[in-house]
């Protein structure tokens, strides 16, 4: 499984694009328009499948067999909902902002190879499932995604909501910190493949997938690629508890409808891009690699376990989503600063030491310290961080009263302080004490009136 993993970086396998023309090219980019836009609507119908499952319910059901045309009447929904307009907008920013997220998100799949070399029905090209391929491939996908990001940013800029430019200032501080752990978590592949070519990358997995091999990278890009699309337990850039909307509040119809396309665009970019780098791309799992000769690793095969493996980590997503609840602002700051990024950074440190041991000396142990590394550094970060419940606070032995205005702003009560009881509680303690006495008026009287008819009785 593991030979021929030696000093020496893996031979670089770069996708052939000789025999390319323009109409093959534009044939390509249309594909994977079309692809693109059909997989968002399936990954709605899967998310809400899904959710409804882990939830105990039942979905979407009614429109079309198990609910599949649910998606077309919430595509009408949107498109002829009124198109309202924030009158105090910055117009040019407020409309092109939803269209420039969606055009970086569909920028993303020029460079993810979906398969293997195959050859077009009905001729004797043979051309890559990939639309081009450069040595800075994911130095590129890296620069698109962070361009997407401006569109959340100008979009809540630019509606002049309050809760609008809240959402995209967090957006901003989310970006800068969860982009920095997914660069530091791919800065191992590079290490290991020796390229930034994408499908050099996938070539260099053909003995065994990086995932494997750079476990911690794979963690650590599995966590940032959730906090860099925004979603659920780190969606906190569209909050609705606190944000209504975030920077979509002053959205509706088709513009409301870009951001919502762009973020499940960028959830099968994502996936994709994980699927390229760490779970060996279009390649067949093992044993299924070893049929035939690999013959299921060849021609129209590789689409399929390319899908497979894509749409495995879009049931993460949904997964984390049903399971996980959101965390406070704070705590994922402090996640991604004072928790991953430390981690990122010496496991980077650890392997380029180990990668110039491998190169400069005689010791070649690559092919089985790395793996093994990789699994107790992935042991160590789960104990590590593993929750330890904190004991109960003991209750102090006396309370005491205190003034929540004394000094002119109201506040929170300390351990053994108590606040005095509100009016209300006043009022409702005052009605229960006149009841009281009420009741025991009235049983006063009839028991002198039981007493008086008494002595009636025993007079002659």
């Given at each position: 499984?593991i030979?021929?993993?030696?000093?020496?970086?893996?031979a670089?396998?770069?996708a052939?694009?000789?025999q390319?023309?323009?109409?093959?090219?534009?044939?390509?980019?249309?594909?994977?328009?079309?692809?693109?836009?059909?997989?968002?609507?399936i990954?709605?119908?899967?998310?809400?499948?899904?959710?409804?499952?882990l939830?105990?319910r039942v979905?979407?059901?009614?429109?079309?067999?198990?609910?599949l045309?649910?998606?077309v009447?919430?595509?009408?929904?949107?498109?002829?909902?009124?198109?309202?307009n924030?009158?105090?907008?910055?117009?040019?920013?407020?409309i092109?902002?939803?269209?420039?997220?969606?055009?970086?998100?569909?920028?993303?799949?020029?460079?993810?190879?979906?398969g293997?070399q195959?050859?077009?029905?009905?001729?004797?090209?043979?051309?890559?499932?990939?639309?081009?391929?450069?040595?800075?491939?994911?130095?590129y996908?890296?620069?698109?995604?962070?361009?997407?990001?401006?569109?959340?940013?100008?979009?809540?800029?630019?509606?002049?909501?309050?809760?609008?430019?809240?959402?995209?200032?967090r957006?901003?501080?989310?970006?800068?910190?969860y982009?920095?752990?997914m660069?530091?978590?791919?800065?191992?592949?590079?290490?290991?493949?020796?390229?930034?070519?994408?499908?050099?990358?996938?070539g260099?997995?053909?003995?065994?997938w990086?995932?494997?091999?750079?476990?911690?990278?794979?963690?650590l890009?599995?966590?940032?690629?959730?906090?860099?699309?925004?979603?659920?337990?780190?969606d906190l850039?569209?909050?609705?508890?606190?944000?209504v909307?975030?920077?979509?509040?002053?959205?509706?119809?088709?513009?409301?409808?870009?951001?919502?396309l762009a973020?499940?665009?960028?959830?099968l970019?994502?996936?994709?891009?994980c699927?390229?780098?760490?779970?060996?791309?279009w390649r067949?799992?093992?044993?299924?690699?070893?049929?035939?000769?690999?013959?299921?690793?060849?021609?129209?095969?590789?689409?399929?376990?390319?899908?497979?493996?894509?749409?495995?980590?879009?049931?993460?997503?949904?997964?984390?989503?049903?399971?996980?609840?959101?965390?406070?602002y704070?705590?994922?700051?402090?996640?991604?600063?004072k928790?991953?990024?430390?981690?990122?950074?010496?496991?980077?440190?650890?392997?380029?030491?180990?990668?110039?041991?491998?190169?400069?000396?005689?010791?070649?142990?690559?092919?089985?310290?790395?793996?093994?590394?990789?699994?107790v550094?992935?042991?160590?970060?789960?104990?590590?961080?593993?929750p330890?419940?904190?004991?109960e606070?003991?209750?102090?032995?006396?309370?005491?009263?205190i003034?929540?205005?004394?000094?002119?702003?109201?506040?929170?009560?300390?351990?053994?302080?108590?606040?005095p009881?509100s009016?209300?509680?006043l009022?409702?303690?005052?009605?229960?004490?006149?009841?009281?006495?009420?009741?025991?008026t009235?049983?006063v009287?009839?028991?002198?009136?039981?007493?008086?008819?008494?002595v009636?009785?025993d007079?002659?």
């Open positions: 499984m030979a021929g993993l030696s000093a020496a970086a893996p670089a396998v770069v052939d694009f000789s390319d023309n323009g109409w093959i090219v534009a044939g390509k980019a249309v594909l994977i328009l079309i692809c693109a836009l059909v997989s968002v609507i990954a709605i119908w899967f998310e809400r499948k899904v959710i409804a499952r939830q105990q979905g979407p059901n009614v429109r079309g067999p198990m609910g045309f649910q998606l009447y919430d595509a009408l929904k949107l498109f002829l909902k009124e198109d309202m924030v009158s105090r907008a910055d117009k040019l920013t407020y092109v902002a939803p269209g420039l997220s969606v055009m970086a998100s569909l920028m993303v799949f020029a460079v993810i190879p979906i293997g195959v050859k077009i029905p009905f001729s004797d090209i043979e051309t890559p499932l990939q639309l081009t391929d450069f040595p800075v491939a994911v130095l996908i890296l620069a698109v995604t962070a361009v997407g990001v401006y569109g959340i940013v100008l979009g809540g800029w630019s509606s002049r909501s309050t809760y609008s430019l809240l959402g995209s200032v957006s901003t501080a989310q970006i800068i910190s982009e920095l752990v660069g530091m978590s791919l800065v191992t592949v590079f290490i290991m493949a020796g390229s930034m070519s994408t499908s050099t990358i996938v260099a997995q053909e003995k065994l990086y995932g494997i091999m750079l476990a911690p990278s794979l963690f890009y599995i966590i940032a690629m959730i906090g860099e699309t925004n979603r659920l337990p780190f850039p569209e909050a609705e508890g606190e944000l909307a975030g920077y979509m509040t002053e959205y509706s119809s088709m513009k409301f409808a870009w951001f919502f973020e499940y665009i960028n959830m970019n994502v996936s994709a891009v699927t390229t780098l760490f779970l060996g791309g067949a799992p093992w044993p299924l690699s070893a049929i035939g000769d690999g013959v299921l690793n060849t021609g129209y095969w590789t689409i399929l376990w390319f899908l497979a493996k894509t749409w495995l980590l879009m049931f993460v997503f949904v997964w984390v989503r049903g399971t996980v609840v959101r965390l406070r704070d705590q994922f700051m402090r996640l991604g600063w928790g991953l990024l430390p981690v990122a950074l010496a496991w980077i440190v650890v392997l380029t030491a180990l990668r110039a041991i491998d190169q400069f000396t005689s010791y070649h142990f690559n092919a089985w310290a790395v793996p093994i590394l990789s699994w550094v992935v042991l160590f970060i789960i104990i590590w961080y593993w330890v419940p904190e004991p606070p003991e209750a102090p032995a006396e309370t005491v009263e003034d929540p205005y004394a000094d002119g702003f109201p506040v929170p009560p300390l351990p053994g302080q108590v606040l009881p009016p209300r509680a009022r409702l303690a005052g009605g229960a004490v006149e009841t009281v006495a009420v009741v025991e009235v049983a009287v009839e028991t002198e009136e039981l007493d008086l008819v008494e009636k009785e007079q002659p």
